[in-house]
């Protein structure tokens, strides 16, 4: 029997494209009532993998089952699914509320019920009085609302949202991003997020896949992604990371010490250390922000202190970018200003705490 | 004298050249005077009133109207299930199917009349009025699908989508959803086909069984005898039916367009 805990579950799916293979060998569960994000470049395969769950897509190979159930021949219309795409697809001659109670027409729900689950819909996306409006009477936001009002009131298996956010602008954005998620948890539906955004991707997730070209590079809860990238792939598309050819020493009491190709040792942990499969040829990630530029070497219990001078400053605010140079190779830190940010031209120390070093087997992927 | 007006009076010229025959086809309908001339002597309706009790004339204009009905339904029938197709489908082939159907477009209509004469000789089918049908059908086909293209086009495939995965199934989702998006193309590829078939003479001339008289026939025979007055009533009549027909149409969408909005204005009001 099929584990019914899980609303989706991807086994060996591929999808080919005559000779191009757009999804190679996807192995993916989307737990209940959890809400997963595809994270990846535009072109990586997350819209053709939601589309192959949705039925709009045919599965080349392997299996896709909604809940327990394999569903790779069953037509779209009998899945119940909730779709939601980027460009709102409300239909443009019905009113918002024919629109919603579209699906609802087709499971033969009852005339007065049908009202009564439309009404409970608007409020639940706070539009109350837009029953009689058409689309076109509505803004992006609005027409949004009413696209995942549309989705979510026909109690789907799964919610399928494809960057359901891009077409809106940065603060209107931000607000939808609270306000879905407030729905999801409220409704505790099982929901699969597409969005190339990696801010919308962390704050959203429970469970966060990253992809790149047609497969899954890692996945996990956001900050175990974020803070122990699986490869150079994840660690760059993730914020911004210092990923350094290094071979590992002999390990001391505490930490590990790393002795980058570029010529500087910094020191790492044994959770680490486990990483690399007994090879000590790695590969050190250091993210920008974890790096503590100061003007004097200070350091502590496992913290080194890399002396080099400061080559540019992007001025963003509450924090600043920095490119650091030492030892002729460039390092991107990312530190919160403090009063005034570094001078360009400085001499600097970086400091790195052994925790902040993590690492990757190998030289390369 | 600048560029512009120049082009504006040549634009003027342009347009007195095209419309004028026609303004004195219709001012002469209404002359009194048996021998028609300017000055116009007195206004009568007779010529109308003559042309109402022609047999021959009114034979023919329900020949036409008939013919033109059937074309227009055929046609669109047929334009809108190939301009679906086009759209909405991958087939081996398609680019050549899709000049195959607007190709009667760019053929000379002579061309085409002649070559279905003779394919139907080939086949030794005698002329007959399905045989009409078929060529007006034909040559109507091309507006049709390009009108009803052009409009599927904007019609995004999501909105389709959006239905299905609410549970409609893909015939439910092309009542309820494309076909409704796409009727005004729909009307605009019927309405065309009416009128290109109404006053078609070409295509008509090589086709038609013997006896059998449309509008543009019958003027081309009677012009051969006389000008007579009323073949001047006969095309004010032609005139203002092909330019009424779409009028009528258009402004009838406006007022249900209209009224749908007015209604879901009140209604937000009344919310
Ligand atoms: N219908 C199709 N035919 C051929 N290639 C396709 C088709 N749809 C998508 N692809 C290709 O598959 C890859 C993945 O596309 P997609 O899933 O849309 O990427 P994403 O949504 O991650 O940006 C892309 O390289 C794209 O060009
Ligand atoms: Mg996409």
Known sequence: MADTTNAVELQNVVKRYGEFTAVKRMDLTVPDNSFVTFLGPSGCGKTTTLRMIAGLTDVTEGDLLIRGKRVNNLPIHKRNLGLVFQNYALFPHKTIFDNIAFGLKYRKVAKADIAKKVTDALELVQLPHVADRYPNQLSGGQQQRIALARAIVIEPDVLLLDEPLSALDANLREEMRVELKRIQRELGIATVFVTHDQSEALAMSDKLVVMNNGIVEQEGAPEDVYNNPASAFVADFLGHSNIIAANLGSPNAAFTSVNLQSGETLLTTDEQTAKTKGSTDVRAVVRAEKIQLSDQSDTGEGVIAIPGKIKTVDYLGQQARYFVTANGRDWQVINPIDARPHKEGADIFMHIAARNCVLLPGHQD | MSGWSMIRIATILVYLFLFAPVAVVILLAFNANQFGGFPIEGFSLRWFEALW????????????LLLGFLTSMVSTTLGTMAALAMVRYDFPGKRTISTLLVAPILIPEVVLAVA????????????????????????????????????????????????????????????????????????????????????????????????????????????????????????????????????????????????????SNRKTQAA
Not at chain 2, 53 to 64: C, L, M, P, Y
Not at chain 2, 174 to 191: K, R
């Open chain 2, 53 to 64: 009790h022609n047999d021959a004339i009114v034979r023919a204009f329900k020949t036409s």
């Open chain 2, 116 to 263: 279905l004469l003779l394919f139907l000789q080939a086949l030794s089918m005698p002329k007959s009025f399905g045989l009409l049908l078929m060529g007006h059908v034909v040559f109507t086909l091309p507006f049709v699908v390009l009108v009803v293209q052009a409009r599927l086009v904007s019609i995004r495939r999501d909105v389709e989508e959006a239905a299905m995965s609410l549970g409609a199934t893909p015939v439910q989702t092309f009542f309820e959803i494309t076909l409704p998006l796409m009727l005004p193309a729909v009307m605009a590829g019927m309405l065309f086909s009416f009128t290109i078939s109404f006053d078609d003479i070409t295509g008509t001339l090589f086709w038609k069984p013997g006896g059998v008289e449309t509008v543009p026939t019958q003027i081309f025979a009677m012009l051969r005898n006389s000008i007579s007055p009323e073949i001047n009533a006969l095309g004010a009549v032609m005139v203002i039916f092909t330019i009424a027909l779409p009028l009528i149409a258009a402004s009838i969408a406006r007022v249900m367009a209209m009224r749908k909005l007015r209604a």
